[in-house]
């Protein structure tokens, strides 16, 4: 169930979905040690989960969830669109 922001740094609470961003993320599911899978499992390649992990408005607007394997679920600042040197002239003409 979630709680809170995916940002530890944030403590803003998970009330309503409308709000923020809900990101579901597919990872391995790990077994426990000494825990043996059923037999129907273990044919499958990969045994997988979906985790949910919500980012408040605020939290957001700047980052990104992204899964890595090896790190897992983290986060990740947004890629802003490059504003090229003659973009940025025109707008600061008034051109469009």
């Known amino acids: 169930m979630l709680s809170r922001c995916a940002n530890v ?7 309503r979905l409308r709000e923020g961003k809900l990101f579901l993320v597919e990872t391995n599911r790990l077994t426990k040690p000494g825990e ?3 037999p129907f499992v273990r044919a499958r390649q990969q045994q997988r989960q979906v985790e949910h992990f919500w980012l408040c ?4 607007a700047q980052y990104t969830l ?3 394997r090896e790190r897992g679920v983290a986060l990740a600042p947004l890629r802003r669109p490059v504003t090229s040197a003659a973009t940025m ?4 003409n008034g051109v469009a």
């Open 9 to 15: 740094q944030c403590s803003k609470p998970f009330l």
């Open 57 to 60: 408005d605020s939290c957001a």
């Open 36 to 38: 043996a899978a059923p």
């Open 89 to 92: 002239k025109f707008a600061r």
């Open 66 to 68: 992204i899964y890595d």
